[in-house]
């Protein structure tokens, strides 16, 4: 009886460890880490070369929300062509029963390819009749496609 429970109890290990890789491994982004290492310059027109005045991008899913982000000036990341530097952000998140959640900063990067937003400095973020005011926000979003 004893050589049954510990054969259970190892098997019942051993796709536990499974599970917990196959989290980390296809589901856990690790692309995050390393939006939040790139900073805005100053000086925007000696790091980057690839500049977008008043650029917009908008999201959709499939159950009816959307996903607004404008900016007064955008500039590609020469280390990730995917990631857009933003200055002047402004984003909405409108659910289908037409709430809204705005989100003002000073400076965002955007990320083209899963959507993910990381705002920084002189935030407010409003929901209804409350603000909130802070100076980092990361949004990672799933729009469902």
């Known amino acids: 009886m004893n050589k049954k429970i510990t054969t259970q109890l190892i098997l019942f290990f051993i796709i536990i460890f499974i599970i917990i ?3 980390f491994k296809y589901l856990i982004k690790t692309e995050t880490s390393d939006i939040k290492k790139i900073e805005l310059s100053q000086n925007s027109s000696e790091s980057f070369s690839n500049s ?3 650029i917009e991008y908008k999201s959709n899913d499939t159950l009816g929300n959307q996903y607004l982000i404008k900016a007064k000036y955008g500039e590609i990341l020469d280390q990730n062509k995917n990631l857009i530097a933003m200055k002047g952000v402004e984003a909405q998140i409108i659910f ?5 959640i705005i989100i003002v900063a000073s400076t965002a990067i955007y990320n083209i390819t899963n ?3 990381n705002f920084e400095d002189n935030i407010l973020i409003k929901y209804g009749e409350h603000e909130i005011i802070c100076n980092n926000v ?3 979003l799933w729009i469902i496609k």
């Open 138 to 140: 990361d949004l990672l």
């Open 52 to 54: 977008i005045q008043d």
């Open 96 to 100: 289908k029963n037409y709430e809204k």
């Open 21 to 23: 890789l196959f989290l």
């Open 115 to 117: 959507y993910d937003t």
